[in-house]
């Protein structure tokens, strides 16, 4: 048997394949589902336990912490497959397992000499607290760092301030985005310490979803990924205990310098929830037409050369996207460095966007395929468009990836033209 995970991971190791067998196992659950999660624009909170009991929410946590021992390759194979039946429940997914990173890049820069003696344990015990959370204890967890305040010049802006006080601190700010509002069990919260304005003054905190003075910043009504409940967060003075925070000044730097990737490295997951639904769209688009007959001649409508011509365009998009992503997860994953860091985050920057691109070509090409009857609120093709819009827009559009990459490109160009004309 192919699991689904694997028309997008390919040559899956035995032990990825018994994790990947996992994912299957909760499909049928998410997919019967997946159009009432689109109405009603709610996460279905079942899929909590679903996911839960099947032992996912701890995917990517070692064993040794009670997880399933993944690493990324499992996690894009569960985003891509999970997408390809309820893409809302598998952007949920893939932010609470990106709160893995935050315990996994720790206890690596701890093994790599990033911290102290004096700093060793206080990070080491953070991590192991995430770890354990999501593994041995199988909670959901919400990453929050996204700020309704953005900034013109960084892609990572964090306007979140955390004032010590007595015991702990004070959290005050307002997140815009991040996942399963009032539904994950904690909240993973980054902010910057008071007083610090340069990034050595991020922090990481533990929140307590029921903690006083946390609200949510507004219902989520977007076009797509409905279900995500994805509503922000507004902290109001939110105390959190010195044992829920490390703050330690440079500390979050010093994590994210263990990525492979940009920032916390696991990004290409999430967009692989869009890659599982354009293929998904792909498919059932090729199914439906297939089955449908002309009513004067009862051949396929599939065998019509205009219908013809939309599905080689999805055939060709639907394989640009799958070798744009595996190309960027064969870079982030492979045991040994095929590119130098700078070289990997380059080409994130330009693969989240083709991916997105070309998988909203194959959504329009569905709908086209499908005429007025794909156009129902809950069809499919409806909302596998309004889905794959959401990809154009989610981290940063591909304008802004692709402007990002050039000024790389051309960095790196003057540097080395410079160096060249010094050695001369």
């Not at 190791?13 to 196992?25: D, L, P, Y």
């Not at 955390?162 to 959290?171: Q, R, T």
């Not at 089955?291 to 009862?298: E, L, Q, V, Y």
Request: hydrophobic share 40%; aromatic share 8%.
């Amino acid at each position: 048997m192919k699991y689904t995970g694997e028309h997008f991971v390919e040559n899956m190791t035995a032990a990825e394949r018994a994790r990947a067998a996992k994912v299957e196992s909760v499909l049928p659950a998410l997919k019967a589902v997946s159009a009432q999660v689109d109405t009603s624009g709610e996460f279905h909170e079942p899929h909590v336990k679903t996911l839960s009991d099947a032992g996912l929410l701890g995917l990517v946590i070692p064993e040794e912490f009670g997880g399933l021992g993944g690493g990324l390759r499992d996690l894009a194979a569960a985003t891509f497959a999970i997408g390809s039946v309820c893409p809302s429940t598998a952007l949920t997914f893939f932010f609470h397992c990106s709160s893995a990173s935050r315990g996994l890049l720790a206890l690596e820069a701890v093994e790599n000499g990033l911290f102290d003696d004096s700093e060793k344990q206080q990070v080491q015990t953070f991590a192991e607290k995430i770890l354990n959370t999501m593994g041995r204890d199988g909670k959901w967890l919400a990453n929050f760092a996204s700020e309704a305040v953005k900034s013109e010049k960084a892609a990572i802006f964090i306007n979140t301030k955390a004032k010590k006080v007595d015991g702990g601190y004070s959290l005050t700010g307002v997140k815009s985005f991040g996942c399963a509002t009032g539904v994950a069990d904690r909240y993973l919260v980054t902010a910057s310490i008071d007083g610090i304005d340069d990034a050595s003054g991020l922090a990481t905190f533990f929140v307590d979803r029921d903690a006083q003075g946390v609200s949510e910043r507004q219902k989520w009504d977007a076009i797509g990924m409905r279900g995500t409940a994805t509503h922000g967060l507004i902290l109001e003075d939110v105390f959190v205990s010195e044992e829920d925070a490390l703050a330690i000044p440079g500390a979050f730097v010093r994590c994210m310098q263990m990525s492979r990737g940009s920032f916390v490295g696991n990004q290409l997951a999430g967009i692989a929830v869009y890659l599982g639904q354009a293929w998904a769209i792909y498919n059932t688009t090729l199914e439906t037409l297939t089955k449908a007959k002309f009513g004067d001649t009862g051949k396929s409508i599939a065998s019509s050369p205009m219908h013809q011509q939309l599905i080689g365009e999805m055939m060709c998009d639907v394989e640009t996207a799958m070798l744009w992503l595996r190309r960027q997860l064969e870079l982030e994953s492979s045991e040994v460095e095929i590119l130098p860091k700078q070289e990997v985050v380059k080409r994130w920057r330009l693969c989240k966007g083709q991916v997105s691109e070309y998988g909203f070509k194959v959504a329009v090409n569905a709908l086209k395929c499908t005429g007025t009857s794909g156009t129902g609120f809950s069809n499919p093709s409806a909302r596998g468009l309004r889905d794959m819009a959401m990809a154009l827009v989610q981290a940063f559009p591909a304008e802004r990836g692709r402007l990002m990459a050039a000024q790389m490109e051309v960095e790196g160009a003057e540097q080395n033209q410079f160096g060249v004309s010094k050695e001369s």
